[in-house]
């Protein structure tokens, strides 16, 4: 099993920063992604950027590229999430997850993100 805890959310105004991050803990893979989810408010989950554990290759979903960075520190097995000019639509719970294989197996609990305008 994999843990994953994350941290960082809280109340911010609009064009403010945050950052969230991912501890992960339990079993290892040798090769596999980390990634970010969002869900707002009576929306489904959406795609918010990932990064190959490995090589360090990130993806974003257009919504939040150019504004958010996510980065890993492999000595702590923890995967943050630098989200800069928040906007209101930005407010929503956020999740980490593992991805293994083709699909994203393991979530975290989530933490709230509260953009005000």
């Known amino acids: 099993q994999v843990q994953l805890v994350e941290s960082g959310g809280g109340l911010v105004q609009a064009g403010g920063s945050l950052r969230l991050s991912c501890a992960a803990s339990?079993?290892?893979?040798?090769?596999?992604?980390m990634g970010w989810f969002r869900q707002a408010p009576g929306k489904e989950r959406e795609f918010v950027s990932s990064?190959?554990?490995?090589?360090?290759?990130?993806y974003y979903s257009d919504s939040v590229k150019g504004r958010f960075t996510i980065s890993r520190d492999k000595t702590r097995n923890t995967v943050y999430l630098q989200m800069n000019s928040l906007q209101s639509e930005d407010t929503a719970v956020y999740y980490c997850?593992?991805?293994?294989?083709?699909?994203?197996?393991?979530w975290g609990q989530g933490t709230q993100v509260t953009v005000s305008s």
């Open positions: 339990g079993r290892t893979f040798t090769n596999y992604f």
């Open positions: 990064i190959n554990w490995n090589n360090g290759f990130t």
């Open positions: 997850a593992v991805r293994p294989g083709v699909r994203y197996e393991y």
